[in-house]
């Protein structure tokens, strides 16, 4: 099981910015000092399908609310969702946002979320956005 699990931890940096204007949203913002810490984790695949979770590290104030995006560059369906409600676009936006539950994050707290989803190919995002900070960089 280790040897399919794929783990990332990555915080952004000023040395980022490159990423920022080749690889993510317009709307993403680096700091030096960043907001979030993230972590993409794969817990199982088989053929034609995976399970995952991500982790956030929330280094800022107190949050009421969030929003996770990420693209998936190879057509990918989200099946099942835990912790969080998904949204996904036809062009492989995906947007999670929390449940009633779990809105409200403490600064140095850990919120996650998971989902199945159905590809041809399991695959880390080129990045994650936390309420439009970059976050993650595979």
Do not use: H
Not at 37 to 43: A, E, G, T, V
Not at 114 to 123: I, L, P, Q, R, V
């Amino acid at each position: 099981m280790w040897a399919r699990l794929r783990n990332a931890l990555v915080t952004v940096t000023a040395a980022a910015t490159a990423l920022v204007t080749t690889a993510s949203p317009a709307a993403a913002v680096v700091d030096p000092y960043p907001a979030f810490s993230c972590r993409y984790d794969i817990k199982d695949e088989w053929p034609g399908g995976f399970m995952a979770d991500i982790y956030v590290l929330n280094k800022s104030a107190a949050l009421t609310t969030w929003v996770v995006r990420w693209r998936f560059n190879q057509p990918t369906r989200i099946g099942a969702v835990w912790d969080a409600v998904i949204r996904q676009d036809p062009y492989g936006t995906v947007l999670a946002t929390p449940g009633p539950f779990n809105a409200n994050v403490r600064p140095y707290a850990v919120f996650s979320f998971g989902w199945s989803g159905f590809a041809a190919t399991t695959e880390v995002p080129n990045y994650i956005t936390v309420n439009n900070y970059l976050c993650f960089r595979a």
